[in-house]
């Protein structure tokens, strides 16, 4: 949505069709968009912003309101699967302390309209959330987020709603090239690169998410689901940001999720990629440059669904 040129939404909705991509997220709600996917079928997550959080975290009557407009308007024609309360504002934001009297209060409206079971309430984690990543059997939240994550897992594992993720091993790859091979990022290691107790580890975006899966069971939550709500590589911008890393980590990434990962086998991860488009509003560099498609809707490379 952040670009001046990008195509219209009917437009937008048709190109995912044409990819057969079944799922969607979008960072707000706005009307155009949602009008588009009216019969769609395509299954949606939707943000609510982080300047609405305080509102709806302090009033039932402002969550009901938002969850009319937003949700009931389209309701079944757009197929709302989770409401993402809040983006990456666990544990330093101002906002992190509305994230669960604003869940609730969503939820709750949800639930007045007969909907809790077919739309889950959820928010939207960064891995700034782990004090501890490596080895992942080692995994833990910061003292900072455990604080704000105990209850909302409480409140997930309570309503049958997953964590929602954003998983990106190239941040941590570029943040740590002393340690960390571009083969163990891009999932093309041709072997074990980290092994942790009984758990072999060939690529670092299992590690990172069962790193999170381990913080879970050492507060108790083991059994929640987490879905990569964000995952991607930059085709553009910055380091290593390429069309052959960004094509090969999307196509494997692909690939991968329906495996599970070393803790988690045989499940198959819930996974949405970083982004439909290359988006020229973002900041410059590689955050740019994260899209599948040119806003002319070309791809940016090759990559099967």
């Not at 937003?70 to 509305?98: C, F, H, M, S």
């Not at 002393?178 to 580890?201: C, E, K, N, P, Q």
């Not at 045989?266 to 988006?279: D, H, Q, S, T």
Request: charged content about 15%; overall charge positive.
């Amino acid at each position: 949505m952040l670009g001046d040129n990008l195509p219209p939404p009917a437009e937008v909705v048709a190109l995912y069709k044409q990819n057969n991509i079944g799922r969607m997220r979008i960072f707000f709600p706005t009307k155009d968009v949602l009008q588009a996917l009216r019969g769609s079928n395509i299954d949606l997550i939707m943000d609510v912003p982080r300047e609405h959080l305080q509102g709806i975290a302090s009033s039932a009557a402002t969550a009901s309101d938002w969850v009319q407009r937003n949700v009931l308007a389209y309701w079944p024609d757009v197929r709302l699967r989770y409401i993402g309360v809040g983006n990456e504002l666990i544990p330093g934001k101002t906002e992190a302390q509305y994230v669960l009297p604003a869940m609730q209060n969503i939820y709750n409206a949800l639930s007045s309209a007969g909907l809790a079971n077919q739309i889950k309430v959820s928010t939207v984690v960064d891995m700034g959330i782990l004090g501890q990543s490596y080895p992942p059997s080692a995994g833990k939240f910061t003292a900072s987020s455990k604080r704000f994550l105990t209850p909302i897992v409480g409140f997930l594992t309570r309503t049958g709603a997953p964590l929602l993720a954003n998983v990106y091993p190239y941040f941590s790859y570029i943040g740590n090239k002393r340690d960390i091979s571009l083969d163990y990022a891009l999932f093309t290691s041709s072997g074990t690169v980290v092994t942790d107790g009984r758990f072999a580890y060939k690529n670092l975006f299992d590690a990172i998410l069962d790193s999170v899966h381990a913080a879970l069971e050492e507060i108790g939550a083991g059994g929640l689901k987490v879905v990569v709500s964000e995952s991607g590589w930059p085709s553009a911008g910055g380091d290593t940001a390429t069309i052959h890393n960004a094509r090969t980590y999307n196509q494997n990434f692909i690939r991968h999720a329906p495996q599970g990962t070393p803790r988690r086998p045989g499940r198959p991860i819930e996974a949405y990629i970083f982004a439909m488009f290359n988006e020229n509003k973002k900041p410059q560099g590689t955050e740019q440059n994260f899209g599948l498609f040119y806003p002319n809707k070309q791809p940016v490379y090759p990559i099967s669904f």
